[in-house]
């Protein structure tokens, strides 16, 4: 699972370990100095490379129009959550592909053959996430 968070520089790899110690991310990466941020892709486009995964192959699920206008700019689908920061309104008229109420709702939309590149804004939104990212190690 390759995972950005651009908002929050905090959030490194030893973080990550620390808060959700059963999930193995194959890459994290927080907002760096000298690169461009959202909605600008290439805090994406770093962690495709690091994954070795194209862009038909992912989803990017954000809770912003910033993240919508992100994910279109990588090539990517963009999956709005309605658990984050912003209303349905919002990630619509910034053409999320799906809105997701629900973290569980992210299972019904991936296929076998797609990986995940997730941006989340804040703990509690990853926090969500944990159980569904949690069984696709399994």
Same mark, same amino acid.
């Given at each position: 699972?390759?995972?950005?968070?651009?908002?929050?520089?905090?959030?490194?790899?030893?973080? #990550?370990?620390?808060?959700?110690?059963? $999930?193995?991310?194959?890459?994290?990466?927080?907002?760096?100095?000298?690169?461009?941020?959202?909605?600008?892709?290439? $805090?994406?486009?770093?962690?495709?490379? #690091?994954?070795?995964?194209?862009?038909?192959?992912?989803?990017?699920?954000?809770?912003?129009?910033?993240?919508?206008?992100?994910?279109?700019?990588?090539?990517?689908?963009?999956?709005?959550?309605?658990?984050?920061?912003?209303?349905?309104?919002?990630?619509?008229?910034?053409?999320?592909?799906?809105?997701?109420?629900?973290?569980?709702?992210?299972?019904?939309?991936?296929?076998?053959?797609?990986?995940?590149?997730?941006?989340?804004?804040?703990?509690?939104?990853?926090?969500?996430?944990?159980? $569904?990212?949690?069984?696709?190690?399994?």
């Amino acid at each position: 699972i390759g995972l950005g968070i651009p908002a929050e520089p905090l959030f490194r790899s030893a973080s #990550m370990e620390h808060y959700f110690p059963t $999930i193995k991310f194959t890459a994290v990466l927080g907002q760096r100095e000298g690169i461009p941020v959202k909605p600008h892709p290439q $805090i994406v486009f770093d962690i495709m490379e #690091m994954t070795k995964v194209n862009a038909e192959d992912c989803l990017y699920v954000g809770d912003t129009g910033v993240d919508m206008d992100t994910a279109h700019r990588a090539g990517m689908k963009a999956v709005g959550a309605l658990w984050g920061y912003r209303d349905c309104q919002e990630l619509t008229e910034h053409q999320a592909e799906y809105i997701i109420a629900q973290p569980t709702e992210l299972i019904k939309l991936t296929v076998d053959n797609w990986q995940l590149t997730i941006t989340l804004m804040s703990l509690k939104t990853l926090n969500s996430l944990y159980p $569904i990212l949690w069984k696709q190690q399994q």
